[in-house]
């Protein structure tokens, strides 16, 4: 079956360090990808997508590449802030929504 | 504006009662999820419907039960049977016609039992 692996968290980093959080997948045919985020106490925030081979997702800072050859999608972001303390969920989508598949969450602590 | 609105955000029980989480959501889509997330951990898909009046069986649908009897409206009702109710609730919608298929997520609730 489907499935998605994600670096093993809490990540702990300093105001302005570079992010990254890997994202393997397994799938068959073409999935989407995504990097969903939530905050405390919140519900989870599209913050990113990539839907076919080489595509780039980007937003608020934040960028990933939907690799075939290697099945990642790695969530990368230059310089991080504290507000960007959260979880981030790596997931995939094999049909229209169905099959939907999310990976187990890596905290991110960013100390000021 | 469009989105998904649950309620009640917070929701203590005592044991042995049934409660009714709802789901509420206004971008006209076809689909609805309800997912148990705990603490440090994924998501769990309890249910899901892909159209009213149809559902279907998550990962962990024991002890739980829902309906669709409107598009815009997917209730979670978590039974006495639920062994370990005591999570956070996060219902999710996607449309049938993007082709991304992402989920769209309520704010969830959290459900105490004492």
């Known amino acids: 079956g489907n499935s998605v692996t994600q670096m093993e968290g809490p990540v702990t980093l300093s105001e302005e360090a570079f992010l990254t959080i890997n994202c393997t997948y397994t799938a068959t045919g073409y999935p989407s990808l995504f990097w969903y985020v939530q905050y405390p106490g919140e519900g989870l925030q599209l913050l990113l997508k990539a839907t076919k081979a080489d595509d780039k997702g980007s937003n608020k800072g934040f960028e990933a590449t939907y690799r075939k050859e290697t099945t990642s999608f790695h969530l990368e972001k230059g310089s991080v802030q504290v507000s960007d303390s959260a979880v981030y969920f790596c997931?995939?989508?094999?049909?229209?929504?169905?099959?939907?598949?999310f990976g187990p969450g890596t905290r991110l602590s960013v100390l000021p | 504006d469009g989105g998904i609105t649950q309620s009640p955000k917070y929701l203590f029980r005592k044991e042995g009662q049934n409660v009714t989480l709802s789901c509420e959501q206004n971008l006209n889509h076809d689909a609805m999820y309800w997912y148990r997330q705990d603490p440090g951990q994924g998501l769990r898909l309890i249910y899901y419907s892909q159209i009213v009046n149809d559902f279907q069986k998550g990962d962990i649908a024991e002890g739980y039960s829902v309906s669709r009897e409107k598009k815009e409206s997917f209730p979670l009702t978590v039974t006495s049977a639920q062994k370990n109710p005591t999570a956070f609730y996060l219902c999710?919608?996607?449309?049938?016609?993007?082709?991304?298929?992402?989920?769209?997520f309520g704010e969830g609730s959290r459900l105490t039992v004492l």
């Open positions: 997931a995939l989508s094999a049909r229209n929504g169905q099959n939907f598949v």
């Open positions: 999710a919608s996607s449309s049938a016609r993007t082709n991304t298929g992402e989920l769209f």
